[in-house]
Structures are given as structure tokens and as C-alpha cells.
């Protein structure tokens, strides 16, 4: 997994010049099989889904880590298994931030953080994640607004801003789309939205 290098197309006569990270992904499946119930076969988990998440491989990294939960309920592993599903829809949604799905989820992830291990520190970890990911999106709503301001369509724009403001209220961008739809209120009126406050 930290990039042992391999024989070239794994003839042993050729040098060792290149990882073989896919080789890695097997060999944690074998030891997680292999000792179901012991905690190595939890590491070989956690390790596996890290490695997933660094190819960006995100779903497939969430699936293992749903997997460790299942496998090692209340367990440490299981709470590390939160925090890095947390952390995987952060990445998701750098790379896709109008993926609401992502936010959905991970609103449930921090639920169900909160009904396994409601005394654990580590809950405010994952609130902090989700918190991120809703100020992705909203920026992304934003940003939207924005280009539609530029684009000449005010209706378009107000209505991205009113949905910013509407998703995620206390964000930090939320005063500039209040600020935006004050100055579009004209389009607002057309629109029978209620004015931010």
C-alpha cells in the first residue's frame, strides 16, 4: 500500500520499477478473510479503504469503511471508519460540488456517528466535515448565481441565491447571496420568493 516497488510486468529477471498498489488491494482482502474477527483483519480494512481513497476511488473506499463498522461495531476502528467516510465526502465534493447526494449522506454518516458512539470526541470531527461539505455546496450555488448574473439571467440568479440561503442559512457566503438578492429584489417579487432577512 505505501508503494513497495514490483518487478516490472512481474518477471522477477526485470527490475523493481513500478508499484503494484492492485496487488495491495488483494493481499488486505486475503488477511481480512483470513482472520475475520481479529483486528488485524480490521486494519486490513482501514488499510485497504485508505488506499482506495488515495486512488480517489471515494465510493469504493466508503464501502470498506461501511464494511469495518459492520464487521467491528463499537469498536475504535469502527469510530476511525466515521471519521474517514466523513473526510471521503469532502473529496467528493471538492471534486463534484453540486453533488448533492454527497451531502445527504453525509448528514446520515454523522447521524449514525452520533446513535453508535454518542459520547466520543470525534463527533465534533465529522460535524466540522459536514459543515465543509455544505459550504462547498453552497459556494458552488453561488458561484452559479453568479455566472447566471453575468449570463443576463437575474431569475436564474436569484433563484440559485434563495437556494444557498435556503440549504445552509448560517454559511459564510449565505450574506453575500442575501446581500445579491436585495439588490435583484425586483426578480424576487416576480418570483413570489420572501425576501432575506
Keep these: 500500500a505505501d508503494g513497495a516497488f514490483c518487478h516490472l510486468f512481474g518477471v522477477e529477471s526485470l527490475p523493481r520499477l513500478q508499484t503494484d498498489r492492485k496487488l495491495a488491494l488483494e493481499i488486505f482482502d486475503e488477511v481480512a478473510s483470513a482472520l475475520p474477527n481479529h483486528d488485524i483483519a480490521a486494519s486490513a480494512l482501514l488499510r485497504k479503504a485508505q488506499l482506495l481513497k488515495y486512488q480517489e476511488d471515494f465510493?469504493?473506499?466508503i464501502d470498506v469503511y461501511q464494511t469495518t463498522i459492520?464487521?467491528?461495531p463499537g469498536s475504535s476502528f469502527a469510530l476511525t471508519a466515521y471519521q474517514e467516510i466523513a473526510l471521503c465526502y469532502v473529496d467528493e465534493m471538492r471534486r463534484q460540488p453540486h453533488n448533492v447526494d454527497a451531502m445527504t449522506l453525509a448528514d446520515?454518516?454523522?447521524k449514525q456517528i452520533m446513535k453508535d458512539f454518542p459520547q466520543a470526541k470525534e463527533i465534533a470531527d465529522v460535524e466540522a466535515q459536514v459543515t465543509a461539505i455544505k459550504e462547498l455546496y453552497v459556494?458552488?450555488?453561488y458561484e452559479t448565481a453568479q455566472l447566471f448574473e453575468r449570463m443576463s439571467q437575474p431569475k436564474a440568479a436569484v433563484l440559485y441565491y434563495h437556494l444557498a440561503i435556503t440549504t445552509f442559512?448560517?454559511?459564510?457566503i449565505a450574506p453575500q447571496c442575501r446581500d445579491?438578492?436585495?439588490k435583484l429584489s425586483a426578480y424576487t417579487k416576480i418570483l413570489h420568493l420572501d425576501q432575506p432577512k
Design 169 to 172: 442559512p448560517s454559511s459564510s
Design 180 to 182: 445579491r438578492m436585495k
Design 139 to 141: 459556494n458552488a450555488l
Design 70 to 72: 459492520r464487521r467491528f
Design 108 to 110: 446520515i454518516n454523522l
Design 59 to 61: 465510493s469504493g473506499a
